[in-house]
């Protein structure tokens, strides 16, 4: 399995919230994992940034911000050049995906916890 440089957006350090448990997994299958998020802190052993950091060689943007939160980022992941963009359940949001298809990047509709759980992550 290959390592899939991953972009947490909307990063969680509570154990019951999807981002913890995708964080956590994709730390698991060998992940190289950013996250970014309200509030600092660690989430198996990944810092939790605040604010956008410059990143390179981003192969996913797995989406954890509702569509009102998201437009703050719109630039900053087109500019990340990621392969694609996983907009997990609540995160849906056609205007964007309009915008990276725009850019050649791949926006999915799917959830991150079920492709790495069934192994088609």
């Known amino acids: 399995m290959k390592n899939k440089k991953t972009l947490v957006l909307g990063a969680n350090t509570k154990p019951d919230k999807y981002p913890f448990k995708a964080i956590t997994m994709l730390v698991e299958k060998g992940h190289t994992v950013i996250a970014i998020g309200q509030n600092t802190g660690e989430v198996a052993g990944v810092k939790i940034y605040t604010k956008a950091i410059p990143v390179k060689n981003i192969d996913t943007v797995s989406l954890y911000l509702k569509p009102n939160r998201q437009k703050e980022y ?36 799917s959830c991150t916890l079920v492709l790495l759980a069934t192994n088609q992550y």
């Open 74 to 109: 719109y630039n900053y992941i087109v500019d990340s050049k990621p392969k694609r963009v996983i907009f997990n359940p609540g995160t849906e949001n056609p205007e964007f995906y309009q915008l990276l298809e725009l850019n050649n990047i791949k926006a999915e509709v």
